[in-house]
Structures are given as C-alpha cells and as structure tokens.
C-alpha cells in the first residue's frame, strides 16, 4: 500500500521506517521538501522511501499517519491539504501536549474537545482514526517488546476506515486484533488524549516509557 | 482505628461497610444529622458504625474519607471543618464529574487543576492523599474480584500520610502492596481525575465497570 507519514520525529521515523520494512511504499512528509531528517531518512530506508512536503505526502498515501507535534497538526493537515487528503483514512497519532508552563507537558485541548476531534473538524471529508497515541513509538510499531497482554485504543466516525487501520496495525505492526479495543466515534480522542498526563507520570516515576496499559475485566457486578 | 466517611451514596457505603468488617469504628458524615440513608448505614452495621453530620464524621475519624460527589466535594470539606480536618489524613476519593452537559461526563476541573489539588488548597493543615478515584467501588474494597493482577494509584505531599493509607489499602481492602503506585505529590490527582474519560469510555464500550487497568513494564529501550 502506498502511505503517507506527516512528520520527521521520532514517532513519524518510527513509524515510517516500520511502513517500509512491512513491504509499503513509504513517503515522508515535512514543511519544507528539503528536509534533511526526511531526506535522510529516505536515503537510508531503499527504493520504497521517499520524502517530500506535508501536501506530497498526503498526495502519495491511500492512508496517511499525522505523527507531527499536537501543537503544530492542525497546521501540518492543513498545509497537507483538504482537497488532497479528502476521502482519505488520516491516522492521528498526534497529542496535544503543552511544553510552554514546563515540565510535565499539559494538554493544550482537553475535556469537551480534543486534536482528533479538531483534525476532523478541520477536514470534514477525511476521515479521521485516532489511534497509537496512548503508548511511546517503540511499543507502537513492536508490541511484542512488552511482555504480556496489554491494549490499543481506537476511535473514529468511520468504520471501514477503523477497520484498515486495524489491518496495519495488525498486519504491519505486530498488534494482536484482540489487544485492540475501538472507543466508538471521534469524540473518543478525548479518552486516550487525556490519558496522557497519567501516562507522563508514570513515565516520571517508572523511570522509563517502555510501559503501557492492560485493561483488566472482571464479570460484571451482581446487582440488587 | 476510627475512621470517618464523608457521603452516602455507593462509594461511601461501600467504603464504610468495608472498613466496619475490616474492624474499624466508622462514622458516616453526610449534610444533615438525621440523613435516613446515614442512620439505616449505621443501623445495619452494628456498634462500630455511627452517623452524623460530615463534621461530626471528620471529628471521629483519625483517617477521614471524602467520598462525596465532586461537585460537592469542596463545599463537603469546608463543612466538615477546615480546623476539625487539620493535621488529619484525608482520603479523596471524589471525582469531578460534571454531568450537566450530559452522558458521558465531562469534567468540572482539569489539565492544570484537579479536585485533589483544590481540597488541598482549601485545606492546607489536612494531608491530602488521592487515592482509589479510578476503580469502581467494588474494586475499591474487593480487588481481588477482578482476575489477575491490576494497578491503584495514590498521590499527596505527605509521605506519612501515603504510608497510613497504604497500610488501609492493602491490610482493610485487600489490595497488595506490589499493586499500588506512588504517583509523588499531590499534583498526581491531574493524571488519575483526567483518567476517567477514558474508564468512562471503556465502561461504555464493556458495558461492565468491573475493570481496571494494569500497568505493564518492559525494559528501558536501548537507546544509541
């Protein structure tokens, strides 16, 4: 398949360089054609690997990942293109993590709105997957690497295009299809975005982002 | 030990009742004296369970539990005695769910707040731990009846205090030490109260709020 990934840092690298060794046609894409990291990153990944901008990328791929930094996607899709990622399945991997008050990072949208909702919102005829945002970019393309069961959240309005990118993630990057668990629509980007302050402090105390979640099901209560 | 329980509702109830079986002497705090939920808690619940108002409940106690509604929560605490409270362990255990813009809930408090922070800041003598707000309340008391191994998170700026409440987690609810994660100061509530989208969201999703989350750690990604 031919996919686009928007985004030259280490999640977009990882991410691309997963696409690629799981036999996809991979083009990175960036602000500026140019890109030395996107460049590289082509020069290094073989026939398959190519880099261009935002819009090149968006134009390359049937399905497209936004690995870029929450705070600069809703520029990122839209210097991508409407028109050009219209129909299209766009996979926002994206938080919207707030570096400017210190450390640890804040959300710069949270509650009764989030980044996957506003990427929708932004493109009303893309349709939009949030998934991989709630784990680190290693766990993301290798689940394996951790030990045991643990999940994968999902959401979007569009249940074909859920339906394709759980096939990537199973197909191309190792998830099991029952480890990944589907929130519904969109407006669950709102659960797995504001996971991610949980996530950051357990990053703090564990010392260390090789972790991730297992939800644990019990039978349901008896009542009355 | 004596221990007071601010609510009435589920989570107070299931609390107070575990506590009494664990041989505890509970008083049950709510609004008013003669609260008929109160007195028939305490009636049912043998000698060892009293009830009251929340004052009356946070004077008994040595360890008092805020288990009322977050909205509630600070206006619960205030009554109950900022001076009454002082140098005592008080266990939140409240959410803040604003359930005025419909199901699911959204939240009252969040990214750089949290109701934990807030009944610290209201009262600044109370050591404040955040603790049991992301189970339901039959896990809270009865963690064994989810299958295998899953997590609870505690936080609050007084190590002693996470100490006391460590030893009723695990000795008067069962839970196993090995189970319960420090998240540090009191700042931690941010991450387990903007935990419950999501829980929210897999309630919905399992039909079932017979679940937790267990956190699973690999080894530190070899970096270079």
Redesign the interface.
């Known amino acids: 398949m031919k996919i686009g990934v928007l985004g030259t840092g280490m999640v977009g690298e990882a991410i691309a360089t997963k696409l690629v060794q799981a036999g996809h046609e991979v083009r990175m894409g960036s602000r500026t054609k140019a890109n030395e990291t996107a460049v590289a990153w082509a020069k290094r990944n073989g026939a398959k690997a190519s880099a261009g901008t935002f819009a090149d990328a968006a134009g390359f791929g049937e399905v497209v990942f936004n690995c870029t930094k929450g705070e600069y996607s809703l520029e990122a899709v839209r210097a991508a293109g409407e028109s050009t990622l219209a129909n299209k399945v766009l996979v926002d991997v994206a938080n919207p993590l707030d570096f400017s ?1 210190g450390m640890p990072p ?2 710069l949208i ?3 709105d989030s980044l996957g909702e506003q990427i929708q919102r932004a493109l009303p005829s893309t349709r939009v997957v949030k998934a991989l945002n709630t784990v ?1 970019a ?2 993301m393309v290798s689940p394996s ?6 999940n994968l ?1 999902l959401c979007g309005n569009d249940t074909a295009a859920k339906r394709q990118v759980h096939g990537i993630l199973t197909e191309s990057f190792g998830w099991k299809s029952e480890s990944i ?4 629509d969109i407006t ?1 980007a ?3 975005e ?2 991610l ?2 996530w ?3 990053y ?18 008896k009542l009355g």
């Open positions: 008050r804040s959300l949270s509650n009764t680190n290693y766990i690497n951790l030990p045991g069961e643990h959240f668990v589907d929130l519904g669950g709102r659960a797995t504001q996971y302050p949980l950051v402090r357990l703090g105390t564990l010392g260390n982002p090789n972790f991730n979640v297992r939800v644990v099901i019990g039978p349901p209560p």
